[in-house]
């Protein structure tokens, strides 16, 4: 059974970009959190999805943003990027009433 | 909001001695999970510990999570430099909730050989 997958595994994006990251969960997960990983705040959570609608959210600003679509694939979007945005973003997937999560590699985002 | 505190933070030992991490919490949560994260790589799940009281074992890794289900700890027995990683620990919110899992900080844990 493929894992959950991630991408681009890299990126270096310009302040005041946009950037979009792309998830693909375990088959039959039809639940997707995305994380954030800083080493100073570590993982905080950004939003999670279930059946293409935002079921919980985090707190962070809007320029946040993300989706899912009837394959249960989800992409995030980040508007505006700052230099704080760096991080280690990290895609989540579980089954329907399951707290466990079964994370991607992550995509590395670097803001120069 | 929930919090998870880890201590500690850094842990550098002996291949064959023993730790304990600790995860340590004011709230309540409905389960506690505990995942090891290698660089580069996504948490790795290692166990999931849901009954207050609750002991999972796991090779020579031994889980407890805390009566009230506010805490919960990592043993490792014996460590190898393979154990060497991030450890996080993580609470699904009680009763339902819309902030996702809350992650501790984590512990870097390095097993010298």
């Known amino acids: 059974k493929a894992g959950v997958t991630q991408t681009p595994r890299y990126l270096i994006k310009t302040r005041g970009q946009q950037v979009t990251l792309s998830c693909s969960p375990i088959?039959?997960?039809?639940?997707v959190s995305w994380y954030q990983q800083t080493p100073g705040q570590g993982l905080q959570f950004l939003f999670e999805?279930?059946?293409?609608?935002?079921?919980n959210k985090g707190n962070f600003p809007g320029r946040f943003s993300g989706r899912q679509f009837s394959n249960s694939r989800s992409e995030m979007n980040v508007s505006t990027l700052e230099l704080g945005d760096s991080a280690l973003y990290l895609c989540?997937?579980?089954?329907?009433?399951?707290?466990?999560?079964?994370f991607g590699q992550g995509t590395r985002l670097t803001v120069v | 909001t929930q919090l998870l505190e880890q201590s500690p933070q850094f842990l550098s030992i002996q291949e064959g001695e023993n730790l304990t991490v600790y995860c340590n919490s004011s709230?309540?949560?409905?389960?506690l999970q505990w995942y090891r994260q290698e660089p580069g790589e996504g948490p790795v799940l290692l166990v999931t510990?849901?009954?207050?009281?609750e002991v999972k074992k796991l090779k020579r890794l031994t889980f407890q999570f805390g009566d009230a289900r506010k805490d919960s700890s990592l043993h490792i027995t014996a460590a190898q430099p393979g154990d060497t990683g991030l450890y996080l620990c993580?609470?699904?919110?009680?009763?339902?909730?819309?902030?996702?899992?809350?992650f501790g900080k984590g512990t870097h844990l390095i097993i010298q050989p």
């Open positions: 989540a997937s579980s089954r329907d009433g399951d707290t466990e999560a079964f």
């Open positions: 088959s039959g997960h039809r639940s």
């Open positions: 999805y279930f059946s293409e609608t935002q079921r």
């Open positions: 709230s309540v949560f409905s389960s």
């Open positions: 510990v849901v009954t207050g009281g």
């Open positions: 993580a609470g699904a919110p009680s009763g339902g909730g819309a902030d996702g899992l809350t």
